[in-house]
């Protein structure tokens, strides 16, 4: 953690959004409407009377479910393509003390611990001038949905919008660990971002990887996002990117990276980003963390969103296309399909353009809508064919919601 003497106080206010992005008039519906209109149907309904849609430099409105630390979502708009626009990337944080002068010039990353034959230190140069690796990822929250929790459970009460895809450029981390040069011994490495917490007793956000995914040819150092530098509040200069796996070892703002022989000790490793053992069909394990009863979160389960329309959304008679996204932790979408008959009978949806395993498919389906309700429900298969779930696989932190989404048109 770095010692930081200030910090980003962030803009609340809608109406400073609103004068921000005014004229753009390209979304109307998160632009215009209120905050509540974008919630996700399901969220607990208290979240409703405080939630705005806030603007944070350089963004387009999101929905703000909380702002010191902040955590913004994106509303259901913003997932109308394949690839999510940086300003229209959703922000998540742990703390609140998040430095409001990281500068690329001063940028370092210190690269260590017991299990490295280091200590070194890097610059944004040093890194960049490493092979630049390009990988298209989704980058979705572990608590993504969790709002949608039955019974409500504790946390950041997540929509559908704790999520984005983009594409990534960096160096691959194994190149950056060469540097340091890493023992045998290793069995973790470890990753601090530049903020740190506000009251001494909140321990700092510090994560571990197994070494196996540390050191995966995919697994990089990013400071370039869809073509551009970060974004500040997606980790500028320098963020760790982790293609297949939540949203939690995706550390932003990276400033320390440490090679360990024992396990990552602390809070946001145990009791927090834990699900129970066994729960879910997740192939991906971590082992060195792994105990009798829980085991940390790891790669994202097979997933899909209808984007095109919100539940309950007036359609014309006919023909009307449905569309929206599925994504997975790695393996790649193999189909998606739809059912217009509540699960009954299912017709494969035509899947869009491939962005490579680890990203948003785009998908499409015809419906032929009749007079009244129509119901639409979305499946995804990846390619070692896992489906999503009919019924919420309950846990205590709400990770890992991958119910069958199910909507109804009316006509
Ligand atoms: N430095 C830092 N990095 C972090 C976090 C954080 O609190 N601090 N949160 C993690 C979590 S839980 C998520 S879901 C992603 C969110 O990435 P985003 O804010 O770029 O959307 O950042 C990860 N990296
Ligand atoms: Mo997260």
Redesign the pocket.
């Known amino acids: 953690m770095l010692t930081m003497n200030r910090r980003r106080f962030l803009g609340t206010s809608a109406a400073a959004g609103a004068a921000l992005v005014g004229g753009l008039g390209r979304l109307p519906t998160a632009e215009a409407a209120s905050a509540a209109s974008q919630l996700t149907p399901g969220v607990p309904s208290g979240i409703a009377s405080y939630v705005t849609m806030g603007t944070l430099p350089g963004k387009k409105p999101l929905i703000q479910l909380s702002d010191r630390?902040p955590n913004y979502e994106a509303p259901l708009e913003y997932f109308r393509t394949a690839i999510t626009p940086n300003n229209e990337?959703?922000?998540?944080?742990?703390?609140a003390g998040i430095p409001e002068d990281i500068k690329a010039e001063t940028y370092r990353l210190k690269v260590g611990g017991e299990g490295a034959n280091g200590p070194i230190e890097l610059t944004l140069d040093d890194i960049k001038k490493l092979p630049a690796i390009e990988v298209t990822a989704v980058?979705q929250?572990?608590g993504n949905r969790r709002g949608l929790s039955t019974p409500h459970v504790a946390g950041v009460e997540w929509g559908y919008g704790?999520m984005?895809c983009a594409r990534w450029k960096g160096a691959r981390l194994k190149d950056i660990l060469a540097k340091a040069g890493i023992k045998k011994e290793t069995i973790e490495i470890s990753f601090n971002?530049?903020?740190g917490p506000v009251v001494e007793k909140t321990p700092d956000?510090i994560k571990s990887l197994p070494t196996w995914k540390a050191m995966d040819e995919n697994t990089i150092v990013a400071y370039e996002m869809n073509g551009a530098p970060l974004p500040y509040?997606?980790?500028f200069p320098a963020?760790l990117i982790v293609p297949g796996w939540?949203?939690?070892y995706?550390?932003?703002?990276l400033v320390e990276v440490n090679a360990l022989t024992k396990p990552q000790g602390g809070f946001w490793m145990k009791p927090a980003y834990r699900i129970p053992v066994g729960e879910f069909p997740v192939v991906a394990r971590f082992l060195t963390q792994e105990d009798a009863t829980s085991t940390p979160i790891t790669e994202i389960v097979v997933n899909s969103l209808i984007t095109s329309h919100r539940d309950g959304a007036k359609v014309k008679r006919g023909k009307v296309t449905v569309s929206g996204l599925a994504w997975d932790g790695g393996y790649g979408i193999r189909t998606v399909d739809v059912s217009t008959d509540g699960g009954k009978t299912w017709v494969s949806a035509k899947l869009g353009q491939d962005h490579g395993r680890f990203a948003f498919r785009p998908w499409s389906f015809e419906l032929n809508a009749k007079h009244g309700k129509n119901t639409v429900m979305v499946n995804a298969t990846n390619r070692i064919g896992q489906t999503q779930t009919a019924k919420l696989l309950f846990n205590g932190a709400g990770y890992h919601n991958n119910v069958m989404q199910s909507i109804t048109l009316v006509a």
């Open positions: 630390p990337f959703f922000v998540r944080y742990h703390l980058n929250c572990s704790a984005g971002g530049a903020e956000f509040f997606n980790g963020r939540t949203g939690t995706w550390m932003k703002h």
